[in-house]
């Protein structure tokens, strides 16, 4: 069980790495020193993966049948709409839980993820994550920002079952 603090420290630790964003990259071994594969790419989920001690590839039923066992954003948005898991469903944002939003295609390809950092009044004030929009700006694909890329209508907050609630 993850406090999260230790959550936040962790994710934390990846800042300044200069990974570099590739998707479907990285999160796959929990005990590395960074979410980053052999060649330091990473994105979002992998990156979230990492940082709550998990393999992006679980043997879990749902996921295995939801898309062949890979832990993604839309698999995660997926998981915290069902009874069993390893996520649930927020109705509102707190320090170490997560904002996910799916791929909605052809418009969206893809969906993003990121830890949530700052709550104030009700509303998500800062966000780690793992992104080419970083990657690009920065030449570190994790950074900590504003949430403005999560500010999308289907946007959620889910709670992983491994934090302590604290």
Same mark, same amino acid.
């Given at each position: 069980?993850?406090?999260?603090?230790?959550?936040?420290?962790?994710?934390?630790?990846?800042?300044?790495?200069?990974?570099?964003?590739?998707?479907?990259?990285?999160?796959?071994? !929990?005990?590395?020193?960074?979410?980053?594969?052999?060649?330091?790419?990473?994105?979002?989920?992998?990156?979230?993966?990492?940082?709550?001690?998990?393999?992006?590839?679980?043997?879990? /039923?749902?996921?295995?049948?939801?898309?062949?066992?890979?832990?993604?954003?839309?698999?995660?948005?997926?998981?915290?709409n069902? !009874?069993?898991?390893?996520f649930?469903?927020?109705?509102? /944002? @707190?320090?170490?839980?997560?904002?996910?939003?799916?791929?909605?295609? /052809?418009?969206?390809? $893809?969906?993003?993820?990121?830890?949530?950092?700052e709550?104030?009044?009700?509303?998500? @004030?800062?966000?780690?994550?793992?992104?080419?929009?970083?990657?690009?700006? $920065?030449?570190?694909?994790?950074?900590?920002?504003? /949430?403005?890329?999560?500010?999308? !209508?289907?946007?959620?907050?889910?709670?992983?079952?491994?934090?302590?609630?604290?």
């Amino acid at each position: 069980v993850l406090t999260i603090a230790e959550l936040l420290k962790r994710a934390r630790s990846a800042v300044g790495k200069r990974i570099k964003y590739r998707l479907g990259a990285g999160g796959i071994d !929990p005990k590395a020193p960074t979410p980053a594969n052999i060649n330091n790419e990473c994105d979002c989920s992998g990156f979230v993966c990492w940082c709550l001690g998990i393999s992006r590839k679980t043997e879990h /039923p749902m996921y295995v049948r939801f898309n062949g066992g890979w832990i993604n954003t839309d698999a995660i948005v997926h998981d915290a709409n069902q !009874p069993t898991g390893f996520f649930s469903k927020l109705d509102d /944002p @707190k320090v170490g839980c997560l904002v996910v939003f799916p791929s909605k295609r /052809p418009r969206r390809p $893809y969906g993003h993820i990121g830890i949530v950092t700052e709550v104030s009044k009700g509303e998500v @004030k800062r966000v780690i994550h793992c992104s080419l929009e970083n990657y690009r700006k $920065y030449k570190d694909a994790v950074r900590e920002t504003p /949430p403005t890329v999560f500010r999308v !209508p289907d946007a959620i907050f889910v709670w992983f079952e491994g934090i302590e609630q604290g």
